[in-house]
């Protein structure tokens, strides 16, 4: 018989059920078919997986006291065991919890008041961690409404340690996850190959990979677990680059780009079609594409400006310089609408000229879009615009030169390299600002440009957040602008569930408007499921005064460019993220004219008062991208999964920022030195990067 001895890391062999890296789960110590089916539902199913199977938080036990060490005031923490819990009334609907709580012959008190129901959390012989403000009461200490961990009982001893906490499922304990994970570390982690040469890790200053596992799971020490995390973050990020840069450099071995210079004579005609002065801002993106695209090795550039900051004029730059070289080009957006508004803006820039525009949307009936991708074919059409109906395998291009995606961010990277292989020379604008880090990390193999100022004249949009029964003010207000000859938008709320119910809601905010506050006006709808036809026509009426509400969904996010409209209404603003919302109030910031914004919310919830109280206090889309970013999670709007990316197991884009740049630098100085990462000593690394980053990056034949 073999008896099991609980062991600690000082003893990796000690224990010798002979696991190894990919034994099933069902096979380690303690799990069984029962327990294995519950692990897999947390994508543990063998050994390695328990390994990299990181916790989510630690119980730290590092500085507790002993209650006869307690002071007054101070944030202390205290180890002990529930000797008796007593509920009392003192009141009527006032209560009084008191758990008394026993260590080493002393005891204490933490105590809540109203919270009854924490009554059944507690019973005797229970032991907790308890942290809070003590103070003296009648000659004993007492912590009000303290943070209580519950630590397992095999733990009672882990004074001075960081215990893991790892995230749960049903069935699955933290006691038994944590000796599961201890079983693996002793019996496996000695056999898990390092990544790294030594010479990289000395360089870096990264600790072996086997020691990281062991202090990620059971640190020593909060140095020994900032140490541990420093390399799983710095190697996970690592990793990501390295596919990134993989990719990046196969595009730019394999692709070539046709030169288009702007030599002065060109820059003169192109720029002579603006009716304004450029702004620095403008100015520095185009000195970007211009170099970029007089190279023959393809420019891959992201172009990030808020709201308004002016991009359709870059890429009407970068079309006219492909155009002026004989070459066609395709300007990808994500709505009809938006495609729409481009073409119409695109005509008005390029009257009289000989530049023939085109644009293909899911609308044109057969015979026309028949029409249409012969005149692309043959090259009769220099520019088309379009949705997603440009990426449809029929549409073949004589000679393209330059892709310009509008709006990235409706896009997911699988759309993305659709088209990517059509184009040579391949723009992307967005004017949702993502936040720096996670564009490196999504978007690493795109050069970035970043336009930080406006047009002269703008202003920041007066924005105000408010509850029913701000309601009559704000409509007389709003009817005050109507009668001065500007412009709205109301927002109806989103609602996730369908379009249908979008549409529903849509139908009856508007019904409520025409019948009740803006009775006087004339009130447009726009919604998704109109036709293309249909929403052209409410734009062009809007564009020209004749509606001068536009009452739609979130249709009007992106790009709609009317800049006479000055007053929005947002109902049921708190189903909006952030980056959204201010997506939104960017179509009252087109003119010179101040905006009015409103949001109607319902403020209940703390969260979301806070949420939409930063937005109401900031106007810069980085910062408010930043605070989506932080409230949301990573998961939500710019989430890797959401890009096609495996989620990151341990890194944070946001809070290991710093580490990002860093794992971009070295990745590309790897790549530099030894690219395809050939070199035998980098033959695990390459293997664990295609392992993981492969598919979604396509990285399939490197090498
Ligand atoms: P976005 O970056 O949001 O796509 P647009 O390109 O639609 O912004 O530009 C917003 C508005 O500002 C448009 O009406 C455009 O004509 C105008 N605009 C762009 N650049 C300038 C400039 N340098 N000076 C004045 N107005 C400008
Ligand atoms: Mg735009």
Redesign the pocket.
């Known amino acids: 018989m073999e008896i099991y001895v609980f062991d600690s890391m000082s003893h990796p062999t000690s224990s010798g059920s002979g696991a190894q890296l990919t034994t099933p789960v069902q096979f380690l110590k303690g799990v069984g078919p029962q327990r294995a089916i519950r692990l897999a539902n947390l994508g543990l199913r063998t050994a390695q997986d328990v390994l990299f199977f990181f916790p989510r938080d630690y119980q730290d036990l590092t500085d507790v006291r002993a209650i006869a060490d307690l002071e007054e005031d101070a944030l202390l923490s205290v180890l002990g065991e529930v000797e008796d819990v007593t509920l009392r009334s003192i009141g009527p609907g006032r209560s009084l919890l008191s758990v008394q709580i026993r260590q080493d012959g002393q005891w204490m008190r933490a105590v809540w008041f109203n919270q009854p129901f924490l009554e059944k959390k507690f019973f005797e012989g229970q032991c907790l961690l308890v942290a809070g403000k003590p103070s003296q009461r009648g000659g004993v200490w007492e912590m009000t409404h303290p943070h209580v961990e519950v630590i397992e009982q095999e733990d009672r001893d882990a004074e001075g340690r960081l215990l893991p906490v790892y995230p749960l499922t049903e069935g699955v304990y933290q006691g038994h996850l944590r000796r599961v994970v201890r079983e693996v570390l002793d019996e496996c982690v000695q056999s898990v190959e390092e990544i790294f040469p030594e010479s990289f890790l000395a360089e870096h200053h990264l600790a072996p990979l086997a020691e990281a596992l062991g202090n990620i799971h059971f640190p020593d020490n909060k140095t020994s677990l900032a140490n541990a995390r420093k390399r799983l973050v710095y190697q996970e990020l690592l990793l990501l680059q390295l596919g990134l840069g993989l990719r990046r450099q196969r595009r730019s071995a394999t692709a070539t780009a046709p030169v288009l210079e702007a030599t002065g004579k060109i820059d003169a005609r192109i720029r002579r079609r ?6 620095e801002g ?1 100015n520095a993106a185009i000195a970007d594409i211009v170099a970029d695209m007089g190279k023959a090795c393809p420019m891959n550039r992201l172009l990030q ?10 890429a009407l730059y970068a079309t006219l310089l492909a155009v002026a070289h004989g070459c066609q080009v395709a300007i990808m957006v994500p709505t009809e609408v938006l495609a729409r508004q481009h073409a119409r ?1 695109l005509g008005e820039f390029l009257q009289a000229s000989r530049v023939r525009t085109t644009l293909i949307s899911g609308s044109l009936t057969k015979s026309q879009r028949t029409n249409v991708l012969g005149e692309l074919k043959n090259g009769e059409i220099d520019v088309a615009i379009g949705t997603h109906a440009l990426v449809q395998p029929d549409v073949e291009f004589a000679n393209l030169g330059l892709v310009v995606i ?1 709006e990235q961010h409706k896009f997911g990277v699988r759309q993305r390299a659709e088209l990517k292989d059509a184009g040579p020379h391949y723009l992307v ?1 967005t ?1 949702t600002p993502i936040p720096r880090t996670v564009t490196m990390t999504l978007f690493g193999d795109l050069d970035v440009t970043e ?1 930080r100022d406006l ?3 703008r202003q920041p949009v007066n924005t105000y957040l408010a509850t029913d029964e701000k309601r009559e003010k704000w409509w007389e207000f709003y009817r005050n602008k109507l009668s001065e000859g500007r412009q709205g938008y109301v927002i109806a709320p989103l609602i996730e569930e369908s379009e249908t119910w979008d549409v529903a809601s849509l139908s009856r905010v508007y019904e409520e408007l025409a019948n009740g506050p803006l009775s006087d006006y004339r009130l447009g709808m726009i919604h998704g499921r109109m036709s293309g036809k249909e929403k052209d026509a409410v734009m062009r009426q809007f564009n020209d005064g004749r509606v001068q509400v536009l009452v739609g969904t979130t249709v009007v996010e992106v ?1 709609v ?1 009317v ?1 006479n409209a000055t007053v929005m209404t947002i109902e049921g603003a708190e189903r909006f993220g952030l980056a959204q919302l201010h997506q939104l109030r ?1 179509r009252i910031r ?2 010179t004219l101040p905006g009015y914004c409103t949001l109607f919310a319902d403020l209940e919830n703390d969260a979301t008062a806070e949420r939409l109280e930063a937005f109401v206090k900031s106007g810069d889309g980085f910062e408010l991208a930043e605070l989506d970013f932080k409230f949301r999670g990573p998961g939500d709007l710019f989430g890797t999964r959401q890009h096609g990316f495996p989620p990151l197991r341990i890194a944070d884009l946001l809070r290991d920022a710093k580490v990002v740049q860093v794992a971009r630098r070295d990745a590309q100085g790897l790549l530099d030195a030894d690219p395809g990462l050939a070199n035998p000593e980098h033959a695990l690394l390459r293997q664990r990067v295609l392992r993981r980053y492969g598919s979604v990056l396509e990285l399939g034949d490197v090498g």
Do not use: H, N
């Not at 603006?274 to 702004?279: C, D, I, M, Q």
């Not at 400006?305 to 004029?313: L, P």
């Open positions: 603006f009716p304004f002065e450029l702004t403008q400006g808020d709201v308004g900051s002016g991009k359709t004029v870059i803006v509008d604008m004017a336009i047009p002269p004249g790009g460019d800049p960017g087109r003119g």
